[in-house]
């Protein structure tokens, strides 16, 4: 009888999500409809691209992170892609870290658990990109202009460890507002990077257990860390195994100084959020916009074989919610916001941890896989909504929001995705953020496939 092949029926590694192996340029891309004149900067979106063909077992956050790139000014467009040089990518192979499937190992020199691929966000902060993963991480820099690898960020030798995904920048300061976290032990840390690249701030916040969070809150003043019911289990703690289970017990959010402080700490009900929406302050409250997890009344699909699990975990499902913290009395108060599904939410970064009117998500198609098949505007303070969908059997990518030279509007400007069909087909659609279900003012032709991925941000041209 012959063996399985893992590959064959890991569906993260076909269609939408198999990956491109070539390093790809091209200038004066071919455009239908118009590129706004006044749309000037760069998108740019990570995600998990395999350099080899897996062996063994293979989670899709395992896979070598890549960065896609599109640069508008002028009306005209170029396209990039490049891999991020990590560490353990350069070692092609001989890491003795492996993929979450596998045993943790400790590695000399190393302080994470597992492969380092900075495959899962991308954020803008001191004039250069950096590359992020999820799990906690060496941040690696990247320049904006080429996507080549600077190297791995360590803030001159400051940081004192890792910094997890969904770290964030301020608008207003320039400082990067970082979290970290151990797999295996009952901590968490928070931290803060100056706009030149100084730490200028670090704390250790003591848990209850070791936790699994995925992003944090910023606020002008706090951030906002998730203490969520996600955790490991006594046997993965033992063994340093990726098993996990939902406990019976609630959420709590660690509201902290962002200069350093105590930290008050507000119970929910119980719920996993993987992604925020944005935070900011109102008068004694702290007010968390998310995006909170619902069951996906879906079932395992036996045709994955052993990857059926991964692909029903993958298969997010969410509502929006606000939590306000009350940082007088101590109070929390939990609103739902609507019951529409939606995930990966982005904002108007000029706007980020301060108030916002408006956010942007992704609305999944009907199936296990994760496919992005239209896209939702957000009134944050009616809860109505504007949807735009993506054309038949195309997909799109987490977008982000690009400011109109010299807007003042929060909405003054474009969504920026890129977009795959199941012919292999990419593109780059620009879409009018203040009319937004009208089809794109501008679709971009690149020049080779976008696998399908994870975060993304924009980046104005004076960056």
């Known amino acids: ?25 091209a200038d004066d891309l071919p455009v239908i409809g118009e590129i706004p004149r006044e749309l000037h900067g760069a998108y740019f979106r990570n995600g998990p691209n395999p350099a080899e063909p897996p062996k063994g077992m293979h989670h899709w956050f395992d896979g070598d992170g890549m960065i896609h790139g599109i640069w508008f000014e002028n009306g005209r467009a170029r396209y990039r892609n490049r891999y991020v040089q990590t560490e353990d990518l350069k070692l092609n192979g001989a890491s003795p870290l492996g993929g979450i499937f596998e045993p943790s190992r400790e590695a000399a020199g190393r302080k994470v658990n597992y492969r380092d691929t900075a495959n899962t966000d991308v954020i803008v902060h001191n004039g250069k990109l950096l590359a992020l993963w999820y799990i906690s991480g060496q941040p690696v820099a990247v320049d904006m202009e080429t996507l080549e690898t600077i190297g791995a960020e360590n803030f001159g030798g400051k940081l004192p460890r890792n910094i997890s995904a969904h770290s964030k920048t301020d608008p207003q300061t320039g400082e990067l507002v970082f979290f970290d976290y151990a797999l295996y032990e009952p901590k968490m840390w928070t931290g803060t990077v100056s706009r030149e690249g ?8 003591g848990l209850p257990g070791p936790r699994l969070p995925h992003d944090m809150g910023m606020t002008e003043n706090y951030v906002i860390l998730h203490d969520l019911p996600v955790i490991f289990s006594e046997q993965a703690i033992r063994n340093r195994l990726w098993q996990i289970h939902v406990a019976d017990q609630p959420t709590r959010f660690g509201v902290v100084p962002r200069k350093g402080g105590d930290v008050k700490w507000f119970e929910f009900p119980t719920c996993y959020v993987y992604h ?16 909170k997890m619902v069951p996906n009344g879906l079932k395992p699909d036996p045709k994955y074989g052993p990857y059926a699990a991964m692909a029903d975990v993958l298969a ?3 509502q929006p919610f606000l939590w306000r913290m009350n940082m007088k009395t101590g109070e929390g108060r939990e609103e739902q916001i609507d019951d529409a599904l939606s995930e990966f939410p982005v904002v108007n970064n000029a706007y980020a941890g301060r108030k916002t009117r408006y956010s942007y998500h992704v609305i999944f198609d009907d199936c296990i896989e994760q496919r992005f098949s239209a896209l939702l505007k957000y009134d944050l303070q009616t809860g ?16 982000a929001f690009a ?8 909405d003054d400007g474009w969504l920026v995705t890129f977009t795959t069909d199941m012919d292999g087909k990419s593109e780059a659609h620009v879409i009018d953020a203040r009319n937004f279900s009208a089809p794109p003012v501008a679709r971009v032709t690149l020049p080779c496939r976008v696998p399908a991925g994870f975060h993304g941000i924009w980046a104005q041209g004076a960056q």
């Open 384 to 399: 109505q909504s504007e949807r735009h969908d993506f054309p038949k059997g195309v997909y799109g990518s987490e977008p």
């Open 198 to 205: 100084a730490l200028t701030q670090f704390q250790e916040i």
């Open 276 to 291: 925020v929406i944005n935070s900011w302050e109102d008068g004694d409250e702290v007010v968390m916009a998310a995006c």
């Open 1 to 25: 009888m012959c063996e399985m092949n893992l590959n064959d029926v890991n569906p993260y590694l076909h269609g939408l999500y198999a990956p491109v192996r070539e390093e790809v340029s």
């Open 403 to 410: 400011s109109r030279t010299g807007a003042i509007e929060e």
């Open 316 to 318: 997010l499902r969410a």
